[in-house]
């Protein structure tokens, strides 16, 4: 009898260490509501649980993809507390923009906020920083490093095989279509610029941009740079492309009447190394498909 009771003891001890490692085990993934946090967990295969927003993320930031078991919890700016509480994770991590968010957040789990595109900062120095900084969190660091070593190699890579000597190119004029009047020109402070630097290209906007890297413009204001070329970055708002074909506006553009622009699948214009990398491979490619001019 007390055999038996042994045994039936150490059999629920052990489904209990079952239970609890396989606790453990879910519990310790990471939830983020931004998004360039999350491209760089994926980055660097951080086991991710919940990623806010995914239509929108896969629209805006395309790659790396978001795996299947990791829930939406919803807008990045109101995610779905109720859904995240089921299954806890060890971390929320949310960056400086949703730290209105941390009160809530913190009634599920920890939350820790990891700054990008902070102002009177290198940014390609503080999109390594954080990149380092994630690994360190997530147990990640080799996985980070290699990252990081992939990223800058790519770059050197991409820079001295270009067929076209700097000379050769165009300055780029690198913008987002906010609506069929408004885009972003991406300059000092944002990832495109940091990449354009790394491959030694040239970027026409000379105004000042905000914290983000970009200057808010009207389409009028691209007219001022008749020798740039055009890099236009995907997605497009909703009509726009319609409204663009109808517009005297835009047609009279020195770069879109001179055919003298690329398009490029969306990347993520205020991500970190993942983006970065995204960015120099498709760019690259564009540049070396364009007719010379």
Known sequence: MRQTTLLSLFVRCGLFAVCLMTFSTAKAQWATVDWTIAETL????????????????????????????????????QPNLELLAQVPPEQILISPMFAGLTPRLERIAPVTSFAL????????????????????????????EQLI???QT???????????SQSEIAPLLMVQF???????????????????????????????????????V???????????????IDPLPAGVEEQLAKSGLWQQLPSVKN???????PVWSF????????????????????PTQ
């Not at 009177?120 to 980070?144: I, K, V």
């Not at 055919?259 to 699948?265: E, M, Q, S, T, V």
């Open 42 to 77: 994926l980055a660097i295969d951080a086991p991710i649980s919940s990623v806010a927003q995914q239509d929108a993320y896969h629209d805006w930031v395309g790659e790396p993809r978001i795996p299947n078991s990791a829930t939406d919890m919803g807008l990045r700016t």
């Open 117 to 144: 595109y902070s102002p009177g900062t290198d940014t390609w120095q503080e999109m390594q920083t954080l990149t380092r900084q994630l690994g360190e969190l997530t147990e990640r660091q080799p996985q980070a």
């Open 149 to 151: 070593e992939e990223t």
């Open 154 to 164: 790519l770059m050197t890579t991409l820079r001295e095989s270009r067929p076209r």
């Open 178 to 216: 906010m609506d069929a009047r408004h885009v972003r020109v991406f300059g000092d402070n944002s990832l495109y610029n940091a990449v354009l630097e790394q491959l030694e290209l040239p970027n026409a906007w000379d105004q000042p941009t905000n914290a983000w890297g970009f200057a808010l």
């Open 218 to 232: 009207g389409v009028e204001a691209l007219a001022r740079y008749p020798e740039a070329m055009l890099v236009i």
């Open 259 to 265: 055919d003298n622009l690329l398009h490029l699948p």
């Open 271 to 290: 991500g970190a190394l993942p983006s970065a990398q995204r960015f120099a491979k498709e760019l690259t490619a564009a540049l070396e498909a364009a």
